[in-house]
């Protein structure tokens, strides 16, 4: 199997995406694209190695993909088997020769790359990583302290952002105030609607007990002083020095 044929495997595999033959004049050049946005991600083509700044005349296959950080593609286009991209915007899409100096490994991370930087916010957001959040808990509405007295694993109210492999830190309000528990997100968009003068519930998650803190170690003002975090009106992100106190 060459490295191209390799290169198409890998993106029907992981991506579910099929090459397009877009140009009649060039059958040896493919083009993969998200489904939602249109938007390319990788350019397979075969043009002579003088093209690409390369010795000779026979013919290379080549891969184009994006690069969202300018400062990483100089940093690949001065390593062997790179050059700026072909036939492409040169600022953020890069070449890479398919003749075996860069390895597969390689290669499919950088599709991975190009992938991500050319996703639609949505399907970014879905595809993301696992995240981090602070979320608050009042208990003039609910009993959160013996929430997980008799469960390990309670419903709660879905933050907007927030999807299935998350960890959620609840911050108890007060007379509490501070955080109390580390939870993991097992299920969301677990359909709900809820509305008073206080609260609105549209989607509930499900949130499975990992830790507990003692109320003395992350309080509001630790949270204030020590991390930066004024307020916990909402989810949010947390910074990594808290997220490594919080281990």
Sequence with gaps: ???????????????????????????????????????W????????????????????????IKVSDPLFADALVSQKGFCRGYHLNKANWVTVFLDG???????????????????????????????EWVIPANPKY?????????????????GSGIKTGDTVFMYVGSPVSAILYKCKVTETDIPYSYQDD????????????????????????VLNDEYGIYAVR??????????EALK
Aim: one cysteine or more; a positive charge.
């Design 234 to 243: 909402g989810p949010r992100g947390i910074p990594n020095s808290l997220s």
């Design 198 to 221: 206080n609260l609105t519930i549209k989607a509930l998650m499900k949130i499975k007990l990992i830790k507990r803190y003692k109320p003395d170690k992350f309080t509001f003002e």
């Design 101 to 131: 100096i860069v390895s597969m490994k390689t290669i499919c991370s950088l599709i991975d790359d190009s992938f991500m930087a050319t996703a639609s916010a949505r399907k970014k957001e879905k595809i993301r990583p696992p995240k």
């Design 1 to 39: 199997m060459t490295l191209r044929d390799s290169v198409f495997k890998y993106i029907k595999d992981k991506y579910m995406a099929d090459p397009e033959y877009l140009w009649r004049r060039y059958p040896g050049y493919a083009v993969f694209r998200h489904k939602d946005n249109n938007k």
């Design 41 to 64: 991600f990788a350019v397979v083509m075969d043009v002579a190695r003088d093209k690409v700044g390369l010795n000779g005349e026979e013919r290379i296959d080549i891969l184009d």
């Design 142 to 158: 609910y009993d959160i302290v013996h929430a997980f007295d008799e469960a390990d694993e309670i419903n709660w109210k879905q």
